[in-house]
């Protein structure tokens, strides 16, 4: 009878540590996917950013040319 005792407190221990490893693990998959979430708006900050820079280039490179057709004619 003690060994049956035995095995269901063994088993109680191993569940519960199996319980505590998945909570832990899902914790940490949970942070990574706030991280992944914040790498994607870093991302998508610099790509608005390279497109303003490229519209002020077009911009001045449009307006240079323009001034110098005008003093050309």
């Known amino acids: 009878m003690s060994t049956l005792i035995a095995v269901q407190l063994l088993l109680m221990s191993l569940t ?12 940490r998959m949970r942070e990574q ?10 991302i998508a900050i610099i790509a608005l950013g390279l497109f303003l820079l ?3 280039a077009v911009l001045a490179m ?8 005008n003093q050309i004619q």
């Open 16 to 27: 519960d540590q199996a319980r505590l490893t998945a909570r832990s693990r899902l914790a």
């Open 54 to 56: 490229a519209g002020v």
């Open 62 to 69: 449009t307006t240079a040319t323009n001034n110098r057709l």
């Open 33 to 42: 996917d706030r991280q992944a979430g914040l790498s994607t708006l870093e």
